[in-house]
């Protein structure tokens, strides 16, 4: 075999295999890929003081424990209230440098999008973007203050990626993240501060037990079964953390078709509507449970 038939094989043999991981893996193939090549969790946060947002339950819990596994990495956990917020904030920046933030609080929605109350999509942001932006704000000029860098995880949402039904301002608060969080990284990027932003598909977690409805004040109060096609807390997590381990700045997690169809979003938009349509109107479409107009 010459050089160039050798060559063109081997492009050829990587170009089917990347598909094969588009098509079957349950994440993005940078991420698949650092899995293997890529520094383990257990050595990544090897003495580093990590704060995590929304750790009590949830993907948060999860990420809690898959960190303790390395044994030295310091943890701090934080959960809903403002003022918690604060004293951790105190606590953390004050001893230790903090390393890695993961801002994990937030909330989800089920509501239909013409019957959505504005006060709905004002509490929602407040919460998923505002709240976050604020303490991010404050990690941030801490950051810079002690020169030494830092990471910033931030759960977004393959909802950042494309519309979601029945999530509407849910999904326009994670696209406004990465609006945030682009910029943020564009004007940072040579003080060492890092940005992951995480877009975990369908997971099993509590989050449609405080999820946002179309009426302020109301939740959907409702949990998954196990039946229902959804990735594990203890998996997302795992690959959340290969994802921030490794400084990826993107990285998209959920059960196969999901990852595919989040490329053809990004890179192939004509593609991908008239799929979701096709797909629709065959009955197939990914419903997530308890979507009941509301
Ligand atoms: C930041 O964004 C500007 C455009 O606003 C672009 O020209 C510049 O190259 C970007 N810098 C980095 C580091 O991405």
Known sequence: ???????????????ISVFIVMCIGDSDVLTALYCYIGIQPVHAFRDKVI?????????????????AKCNSAKIVLSARRKEELLRVKSECLGKNNLDV????????????WPQTELAVDKDLFELNVFSLLNLNRIVVRHFLEVGRGGQLAIM???????????????????????GYFNSLRNETYTDNIDVTLICPGPVFSPILRNAFTSKLGQVVDQEYTSGDRRMTADRCAYLSLI?????????????????????????????????????????LYFRARGAKDR
């Not at 949402?157 to 301002?169: D, E, N």
């Not at 959920?254 to 797909?279: D, E, G, M, N, W």
């Open 1 to 15: 075999m010459d050089w160039v038939s050798l060559f063109g094989t081997i492009l050829c043999i990587l170009c």
């Open 51 to 67: 704060w995590i947002t929304g750790g009590s339950s949830g993907i948060g819990e999860a990420i809690a424990k898959e960190l």
């Open 101 to 112: 933030l993961i801002s994990n609080a937030g909330r989800s929605q089920r509501a239909a």
């Open 156 to 178: 977004s949402s393959i909802a950042a990626k494309m519309g979601v039904y029945h999530s509407g301002s849910y999904s326009g608060s994670k696209f406004a993240l990465h």
């Open 243 to 283: 994802a921030i381990g490794n400084r990826l700045e993107e990285t998209w997690v959920a059960l196969s078709p999901i990852v595919l169809f989040t490329y053809l979003a990004a890179y192939q938009p004509y593609l991908f509507s008239k799929l979701s349509r096709f797909v629709h109107s065959n009955g």
